[in-house]
Nanobody, 121 residues
Framework: QVQLVESGGGLVQAGGSLRLSCTAS????????MGWYRQVPGNQRELVAA???????NYADSVKGRFTISRDSAKKTVHLQMNSLKPEDTAVYYC???????????????WGQGTQVTVSS
């Protein structure tokens, strides 16, 4: 099973920055979608930023102008640059890839293990 490994989380003061990275453990198929979600206790997982299959980007209103999603040319790694962090950004962040398998075109979805981001006030 392909695995996504996340890194870059940590503790930062309000106004600071963090850069999250998510990389597939091995070669995967064609990635037609990739993004970042976050979840806090008692709440559902919510979309933060994503690439659509067409390469368009989508951001949650709460992070527009502060966060930037990017990826490598091979679509194996996705990053989330988080600037001007606020305490409200505190959550576990999960990356998500939507993949089309090379061998047979099977479509599947994989998630990272989650990385904690804590922003102190």
């Amino acid at each position: 099973q392909v695995q996504l490994v996340e890194s870059g989380g940590g503790l930062v003061q309000a106004g600071g920055s963090l850069r999250l990275s998510c990389t597939a453990s091995g070669r995967i198929g064609s990635t037609n979608g990739m993004g970042w979600y976050r979840q806090v206790p008692g709440n559902q997982r919510e979309l933060v930023a994503a690439f659509t299959s067409g390469g368009n980007t989508n951001y949650a209103d709460s992070v527009k102008g502060r966060f930037t999603i990017s990826r490598d040319s091979a679509k194996k790694t996705v990053h989330l640059q988080m600037n001007s962090l606020k305490p409200e950004d505190t959550a576990v962040y999960y990356c998500n890839f939507q993949v089309i398998r090379y061998s047979d075109g099977y479509r599947y979805e994989i998630w990272g293990q989650g990385t904690q981001v804590t922003v102190s006030s």
